[in-house]
C-alpha cells in the first residue's frame, strides 16, 4: 500500500520553529522527489520545497532561509524543519512523492502520492 504520513505540526508563536515529518511507505523512496507543499484556508496549494533522491534541495522564495527540508532514505522518512515562523506560515502542510527528478517541482498535478496533511498555525 503507498502511503505518506505527516506528523508533527502545531501551534506556535511567531518566530518559533517546527519540524514535520513524513513516513513513506510502498514506494520507491529512495528515487523518489519529495515535497512539501502548503495550502491556507481559501488558498491554493503551493509548492514549499523538494529534494532529490541524491539530496539537492529547491525551495519557494518565502521560505528560503527558514526552511530546511531533508530526507533519511534508509529510513523513508522526510523531514521539513521551520525556524523564525510566521503568521503567514499558517496552512495545512502536505508531503508529496513522484517518481522521477524534481525538474518541475512545483508543479503538484506532477506529484503521484499524497498524504494527509498536518496543520500549522503560527500566532502573532
Known amino acids: 500500500q503507498v502511503q505518506l504520513v505527516e506528523s508533527g505540526g502545531g501551534s506556535v508563536q511567531v518566530g518559533g520553529s517546527l519540524t514535520l515529518s513524513c513516513v513513506a511507505s510502498?514506494?520507491?523512496?529512495?528515487?523518489?522527489?519529495m515535497a512539501w507543499f502548503r495550502q491556507a484556508p481559501g488558498k491554493e496549494r503551493l509548492a514549499v520545497a523538494a529534494i532529490e533522491a541524491g539530496g539537492s534541495t529547491r525551495y519557494s522564495e518565502p521560505v528560503k532561509g527558514r526552511f530546511t527540508i531533508s530526507r533519511d532514505n534508509a529510513k523513508n522518512i522526510l523531514n521539513l524543519q521551520m525556524n523564525n515562523l510566521k503568521p503567514e506560515d499558517t496552512a495545512m502542510y502536505y508531503c508529496?512523492?513522484?517518481?522521477?527528478?524534481?525538474?518541475?517541482?512545483?508543479?503538484?498535478?506532477?506529484?503521484?502520492?499524497w498524504g494527509q496533511g498536518t496543520q500549522v498555525t503560527v500566532s502573532p
Open positions: 508529496a512523492a513522484k517518481d522521477d527528478a524534481c525538474n518541475v517541482w512545483t508543479w503538484q498535478h506532477k506529484y503521484t502520492t
Open positions: 510502498g514506494i520507491t523512496y529512495s528515487r523518489a522527489c
